[in-house]
């Protein structure tokens, strides 16, 4: 029985796979069927039904197209022409989506920039999207104004959904897209454009610095829009519920396409509440969330809310899905359905889970290897570096091995393309030259995985200077550079670090600093300069930083001792939810943090 079992098992998979490849099939480099026609074709198939839900308001098909051919003829009658790159800055709202779809209607790139930004951080993504216009959330003048002095060019800021604030200089964006007529423009103006040209730029921490700007083609968009419908079984009577933030692939696009591809809706949350999110899903009516795993273990920690089960989700789509925190929030919630999956938005790798092992975030079968891009190959965490064999060339890791995923890159397969950044020289750092032979080219993903021997690959963490908290990833350069932008902080070591009970690591840095420092001021300067999420946790303060002999720091150790003032013989503080500002992290409060008594 559990022979027959098994080869059932593997039947479904087969089939399933199939079945999505089907979907995509069509989807070429050359071809001039382009996102927008891909929506619009929904659109003309599915007008009736609602589209999207926020709140009491809702949106057919029908209106969602309306709104979009208006802000497409907005676009027009402020002069952009297809090509230039209009940024979108604005919450999770209604009428998000159709903001990018308007634009790419007429062959204009949407710039989708992170809301939580402000300051240089804001204004260095804006001037890397090369963007004309930016359509700013009146909810976020404040941050676009602290921007403002750091933006290169003449960009220029429109006020949208809310009015015009009388101390800031923009346009009243409600009022020029109310006067713009609701028929679709001319498809000529994007009738230059090809599957393989950019559609949209999303943006990336990478592996270092700044946040990067990354292309995605006509071909990708499609890939994303349509590549969950199949495993998560969507169609027209599904509801997805989506409290992610819009300007992120996985809710922005994958979510997105798997609802509207099918006729479905989407109901959007302008942000995610652990005490109101039960509420909403019933409301909406859902039958799917899109989840990161972040988010699974706030709502598995929250007390019990009385319509956590009361709901119709019957499928959760998403990534970052630890294996205990899967196995208990199905358990506790009712949930019949799960698909994990991994993927970069710049990368030409993708995993997906949709009948596996919890925990796992894909899988590549020995009999479909040559079918997929993807490989594991051998690396040394210590040196930083990856193992060769003696031919010269990269080794593949042994089942149960931990090494870097990589995807090979196949110009002529439209699948296994890497369109990279906006930044060459950041693109050709990501990827390996003759790896498994000569002149071969793969996407380094800085991710580390590792497959089971029936395929199953799972996720062990990320390599260098990234770490993820809070569902984000966080530049260890970027929090470096705000810290050392502070008077009294002479050199910051910044590193991820883990915490019991948490998914990811937490922001720890090693400071060198004055004797006086102003914990109190440095916390107010930090949170004036980066978001939430990349705000330290811990601090350390050191004498000394130590380097290697290029003067790079070394982390190692740091990583190792974290914050246990056990082990730690320099001055200890941590970010305090309550008291808002670093506190010595004492024995006490360790052992809060450590026994989950202090929410970080």
């Keep these: 029985m559990g ?8 039947l479904h998979y087969i089939r399933t796979v199939k079945r999505l490849l089907a979907s995509v099939k069509d989807i070429d480099a050359d071809s001039t069927f382009l996102v927008p026609d891909e929506l ?14 926020a709140g009491e308001r809702r949106w057919s098909y029908k ?24 940024a979108v800055f604005v919450r999770n709202r209604l009428e998000y989506v159709a903001l990018w779809f308007g634009l790419s209607k007429i062959g204009i790139i949407p710039a989708l920039i992170n809301y939580q930004l402000r300051a240089k951080a804001l204004a260095h993504c804006i001037n890397i999207s090369d963007a004309k216009f930016v359509i700013v959330d009146h909810e976020l003048i404040a941050e676009w104004s602290s921007a403002k002095p750091f933006i290169e060019g003449d960009v220029k800021g429109f ?30 103006h994007r009738a230059g454009g090809i599957g393989k040209d950019t559609f949209m730029k999303m943006f990336t921490s990478g592996t270092t610095g700044l946040p990067k700007a990354a292309k995605i083609a006509h071909t990708r968009g499609q890939y994303y829009l349509r590549g969950f419908a199949v495993p998560a079984k969507a169609g027209p009577k599904d509801r997805v519920m989506m409290v992610l933030p819009l300007y992120h692939a996985t809710g922005g696009l994958c979510g997105v396409g798997m609802a509207l591809t099918k006729g479905g809706a989407v109901i959007v949350s302008p942000k995610f509440s652990v005490t109101h999110f039960w509420d909403e899903v019933v409301a909406g009516g859902a039958t799917m969330i899109m989840y990161v795993g ?11 809310h009385p319509k956590e089960r009361a709901h119709n989700v019957r499928c ?23 698909v994990e999956f991994y993927g970069a938005t710049e990368g030409n790798i993708s995993l997906m889970n949709f009948e596996g092992p919890p925990g796992a975030v894909g899988r590549i079968p020995e009999y479909m290897r040559a079918k997929v891009n993807g490989d594991l190959i051998r690396y040394d965490v210590e040196t930083g570096t990856h193992i060769k064999g003696p031919d010269g060339f990269y080794m593949r890791t042994a089942v149960g091995e931990i090494g870097e995923l990589i995807g090979e890159i196949r110009p002529g397969e439209t699948r296994f393309r890497y369109d990279g950044y906006e930044n060459k020289k950041a693109s050709d750092k990501k990827v390996l030259h003759n790896v498994m032979k000569k002149g071969d080219m793969w996407f380094r993903t800085g991710d580390l995985l590792w497959r089971d021997e029936k395929g199953y690959y799972y996720f062990a963490d990320r390599i260098g200077d990234t770490y993820r908290w809070k569902a984000e990833n966080v530049s260890t350069g970027e929090v470096a550079a705000a ?22 690591r937490a922001g720890m840095a090693s400071l060198v600093a004055d004797q006086d420092l102003d914990l109190a001021k440095l916390h107010a300067h930090i949170c004036d300069a980066l978001p939430n999420y990349a705000r330290p946790v811990f601090l350390r303060i050191s004498p000394e930083t130590e ?3 290029t003067f790079k720091y070394k982390k190692t150790n740091l990583v190792k001792d974290g914050f246990d003032p056990a082990l730690v013989n320099d001055a200890l503080f941590v970010n305090h939810p309550d008291k808002k500002t670093y506190v010595k992290l004492g024995k006490v409060l360790f052992k809060k943090i450590h026994n989950g008594d202090l929410k970080l």
């Design 63 to 86: 209106e969602f197209d309306a709104y979009a051919n208006q802000v497409a003829h907005w676009a027009l009658s402020e002069g952009c022409t297809a090509g230039d790159t209009v």
């Design 3 to 10: 022979m027959l079992s098994n080869l059932l098992k593997e």
């Design 294 to 304: 972040e988010l699974c273990r706030f709502l598995l920690n929250a007390d019990p």
């Design 547 to 549: 380097t290697t002999s």
């Design 316 to 338: 959760i789509v998403g990534n970052g899905l630890g294996k205990s925190v899967w196995e208990d929030f199905v358990e506790r919630f009712g949930i019949e359905h799960v």
């Design 40 to 53: 619009e074709r929904a659109v003309d198939r599915f007008s009736g039904n609602v589209a999207f839900i």
């Design 483 to 504: 810290l050392a932008a502070y008077d009294g902080v002479h050199q910051a070591n910044v590193y991820g670090v883990t915490v019991p009970g948490y998914d990811g």
């Design 159 to 188: 006020s949208a959904f809310g009015g015009v604030d009388p101390k800031v200089d923009m346009a009243d964006f409600d009022a020029l897209i109310g006067t713009q007529m609701l028929t679709r423009p001319d498809r000529s």
